[in-house]
């Protein structure tokens, strides 16, 4: 299993700043996940992280809007830049400890919910 | 497209009664199938995982089933517990996952 912690848990911004969320695995993984999750909706993939290179981006989501980082095995941040009341959402990062092909699930940090006003 | 559909409708149940849930999927040919849980201002959280391969699967209350032919996997909870409650998610797998959006289940003591 893998604990994920994610900062801050909920905030509150202002049209056309920018937030940073931090994701923290307990364990050392392959690859970290960013979903966007908005009310009612499913989770919808935004990106995945792997360690030592560039973020691999979902159509429909950029890098300019979304830059992640992924400095060691254990850390992610994504950032939402340049925010709009449409990224209001919760955003949720997640890991599969066991590498796809085998037991594949998921762990999913608390999620970070973001209102833009 | 993928896409996967659970039934958007809550889903209330009385204590004791099994509680059935469904997800249908098109265009997609998944390895496996997964089930999780969310509650309220929390991640999901994993439940059961079923491949193609596999017709069953259990876990304590919990029984998955997957079609291939239609497409479809029933989750159940038998002897369920207000403590269910919970929003519950399908995922497909495969070369990426692929979530539904969950059907929230309520189960009335």
């Known amino acids: 299993s893998a604990v994920i912690s994610q900062k801050p848990s909920r905030d509150i911004c202002q049209r056309g700043t920018s937030l940073t969320i931090q994701c923290q695995v307990d364990?050392?993984?392959?690859?970290m996940f960013w979903y966007r999750q908005q009310p009612g909706q499913s989770l919808t993939l935004i990106a995945t992280a792997n360690q030592g290179s560039e973020a691999t981006y979902e159509s429909g989501f950029v890098i300019d809007k979304f830059p992640i980082s992924r400095p060691n095995l254990t850390f992610s941040t994504l950032t939402v830049s340049n925010m709009s009341p449409e990224d209001s959402s919760i955003y949720l990062c997640s890991v599969e400890p066991h590498g796809s092909g085998r037991d594949s699930e998921q762990f999913f940090g608390p999620g970070t919910r973001l209102t833009v006003l | 497209s993928q896409k996967i559909e659970q039934n958007s409708e809550a889903l209330n149940i009385q204590e004791g009664k099994t509680a059935t849930l469904t997800c249908n999927y098109t265009?997609?040919?998944?390895?496996?199938l997964q089930w999780y849980r969310q509650d309220p201002g929390r991640g999901p959280v994993f439940l059961l995982l079923?491949?193609?391969?596999?017709k069953e699967k259990r876990k304590e209350r919990l029984k998955v089933t997957f079609d291939t032919t239609l497409k479809q996997s029933l989750f159940h909870i038998t002897a369920s517990q207000p403590a269910d409650s919970a929003t519950y998610l399908c995922?497909?797998?495969?070369?990426?996952?692929?979530f539904g959006a969950g059907t929230r289940l309520f189960v009335k003591a």
């Open positions: 995922a497909l797998g495969g070369f990426k996952t692929i």
């Open positions: 265009n997609y040919s998944p390895a496996y």
């Open positions: 364990s050392q993984v392959t690859m």
């Open positions: 079923i491949r193609e391969n596999e």
